[in-house]
Structures are given as structure tokens and as C-alpha cells.
């Protein structure tokens, strides 16, 4: 291969790439969001400044993707926690487990997102939709919401929608050392709700060392979201550099 084509390869192995070079669309991709209170301390300790904590509110969320150009069918499951830059309310992503290698090596590569992999899954029982996560064998986390008993009002859930995402991008060089360590910011904005509900929730977290949740214990359940929309994801900006 002429060194003048390497600008053409996406990503690697060159002959086969770990993702797609398509911008994701992602169709009824259906949100299932628990907000609920946790140990403010705790938040504090993994949300890094300038970002600011400004509740005891935490989001443990299960997204099943069905239908994403390039990426095809996969869950994700983790942990977002609402705060504040400049001013501006938004989440910071602090985890994401994620079933399909393509959509975490370039939610890595390309943006900022924090995944992993691990075995999210979504599914109705009866009448009831039960979202789990588990690590390797276990179980880390598990809830079950009434299936689809208040309609929520289209514009709150635009906004849910449309919250500002806070990112951290590390990336170290062949020494080790920190080569880029950065804030980054991305927002989704186009995007059409399909369905948007409230309905009671109940949500079960379990300790594990290289999945750790249960680290922001369940104090009071807040709220129970379930979302479907089809959008495309926004671009991450860097918005603060903390080498510089």
C-alpha cells in the first residue's frame, strides 16, 4: 500500500476495519432511563472539574439499537450523571457496557464515549420491561419498569433528549505518558421522537470490581423514562485540554 492511501483507511486492520465509515442513523433506538438519588461524595470523586456536581441525581440507562447503519442491532447499559459547565446543564458519561466490538472501538476511537464491553439486554415480560446488565457471568444491575403507562409530553422529552454530553478522551503514547487528556462536549439535535412514557421503576444494583455501579447505591428512586426516537448522534467538540 502507497503511503498517500493511508489517509483513505479508517481505522485498522487495514483490511479489514473494527467499524464502518458511515455516520450512524440509528432507527427506534429506545431509551430506558432510571434517575435516582445517590451518595453526592461518591459523584464527586469520578466527576472531573471544570465539570461540577450539582445534585445527588444519578442515570442508570439500557439503550436497545435495533437498527444503526453500519453498526447494525446492539444494547448499551451504564451510568450518566447530571452537572454543570459554565453554566450550562448537561450529563457527563461515566460508563457504557456495550455488546458490539464495531460501536465500541470507534465510540472510542472517534469520539470520547467510556465503553466496554459487556452484555446489556432489554426485553418485555409480560407486562413489564425488564432491563439487565451483566459482566463476563454476573449480574451487575437490573430493572423492571411498568411498560408504557403515562404518555410524557413530546418537548421534555426532546430535552432528555438533547442534554449536553460531557466526555473525558485519555489517550496515553507509546511511553505511557499522557498524550492527550481532554473535556469534550457533543449534543444530539437532530432527532424525531416516536414514543415517549413515564411508568414506575424499580432498579437492583450488585457489586463487581471492573463493573462497579453498585459504587452509587440506590437511595431513592426519582423517575422511570422510556424513549424511542430515531436520531443521529452529534460530533464531539473539545472543550477543555487539560495538558494546556
Given at each position: 500500500?502507497?503511503?498517500?492511501?493511508?489517509?483513505?483507511?479508517?481505522?485498522?486492520?487495514?483490511?479489514?476495519?473494527?467499524?464502518?465509515?458511515?455516520?450512524?442513523?440509528?432507527?427506534?433506538?429506545?431509551?430506558?432511563?432510571?434517575?435516582?438519588?445517590?451518595?453526592?461524595?461518591?459523584?464527586?470523586?469520578?466527576?472531573?472539574?471544570?465539570?461540577?456536581?450539582?445534585?445527588?441525581?444519578?442515570?442508570?440507562?439500557?439503550?436497545?439499537?435495533?437498527?444503526?447503519?453500519?453498526?447494525?442491532?446492539?444494547?448499551?447499559?451504564?451510568?450518566?450523571?447530571?452537572?454543570?459547565?459554565?453554566?450550562?446543564?448537561?450529563?457527563?458519561?461515566?460508563?457504557?457496557?456495550?455488546?458490539?466490538?464495531?460501536?465500541?472501538?470507534?465510540?472510542?476511537?472517534?469520539?470520547?464515549?467510556?465503553?466496554?464491553?459487556?452484555?446489556?439486554?432489554?426485553?418485555?415480560?409480560?407486562?413489564?420491561?425488564?432491563?439487565?446488565?451483566?459482566?463476563?457471568?454476573?449480574?451487575?444491575?437490573?430493572?423492571?419498569?411498568?411498560?408504557k403507562h403515562f404518555p410524557m409530553d413530546e418537548e421534555e422529552a426532546k430535552n432528555i433528549i438533547a442534554q449536553p454530553q460531557f466526555m473525558l478522551k485519555?489517550?496515553?503514547?507509546?511511553?505511557?505518558?499522557?498524550?492527550?487528556?481532554?473535556?469534550?462536549?457533543?449534543?444530539?439535535?437532530?432527532?424525531?421522537?416516536?414514543?415517549?412514557?413515564?411508568?414506575?421503576?424499580?432498579?437492583?444494583?450488585?457489586?463487581?470490581?471492573?463493573?462497579?455501579?453498585?459504587?452509587?447505591?440506590?437511595?431513592?428512586?426519582?423517575?422511570?423514562?422510556?424513549?424511542?426516537?430515531?436520531?443521529?448522534?452529534?460530533?464531539?467538540?473539545?472543550?477543555?485540554?487539560?495538558?494546556?
Amino acid at each position: 500500500m502507497k503511503k498517500e492511501n493511508l489517509k483513505n483507511i479508517v481505522t485498522t486492520p487495514v483490511n479489514a476495519p473494527a467499524f464502518s465509515p458511515t455516520n450512524p442513523f440509528f432507527k427506534n433506538r429506545e431509551y430506558v432511563n432510571v434517575m435516582y438519588e445517590t451518595d453526592i461524595e461518591a459523584l464527586k470523586r469520578v466527576v472531573p472539574e471544570p465539570l461540577e456536581v450539582t445534585s445527588n441525581l444519578i442515570k442508570f440507562e439500557i439503550i436497545n439499537m435495533p437498527d444503526s447503519t453500519g453498526l447494525g442491532s446492539y444494547m448499551e447499559a451504564g451510568q450518566v450523571i447530571p452537572v454543570e459547565y459554565n453554566g450550562e446543564q448537561g450529563e457527563f458519561y461515566l460508563s457504557m457496557y456495550v455488546n458490539n466490538q464495531a460501536a465500541i472501538t470507534s465510540g472510542r476511537e472517534i469520539a470520547a464515549f467510556p465503553k466496554k464491553s459487556g452484555q446489556p439486554n432489554l426485553y418485555i415480560d409480560n407486562d413489564v420491561l425488564v432491563g439487565t446488565l451483566d459482566y463476563g457471568s454476573l449480574r451487575v444491575a437490573q430493572t423492571t419498569m411498568g411498560y408504557k403507562h403515562f404518555p410524557m409530553d413530546e418537548e421534555e422529552a426532546k430535552n432528555i433528549i438533547a442534554q449536553p454530553q460531557f466526555m473525558l478522551k485519555q489517550m496515553r503514547d507509546y511511553n505511557e505518558e499522557l498524550e492527550k487528556s481532554e473535556l469534550t462536549r457533543s449534543q444530539i439535535t437532530d432527532f424525531q421522537i416516536q414514543e415517549a412514557y413515564r411508568s414506575p421503576v424499580r432498579l437492583q444494583l450488585f457489586e463487581h470490581v471492573m463493573a462497579p455501579l453498585a459504587d452509587f447505591p440506590v437511595r431513592k428512586i426519582v423517575d422511570g423514562q422510556h424513549i424511542i426516537a430515531n436520531l443521529y448522534l452529534g460530533r464531539p467538540k473539545k472543550i477543555y485540554d487539560y495538558l494546556n
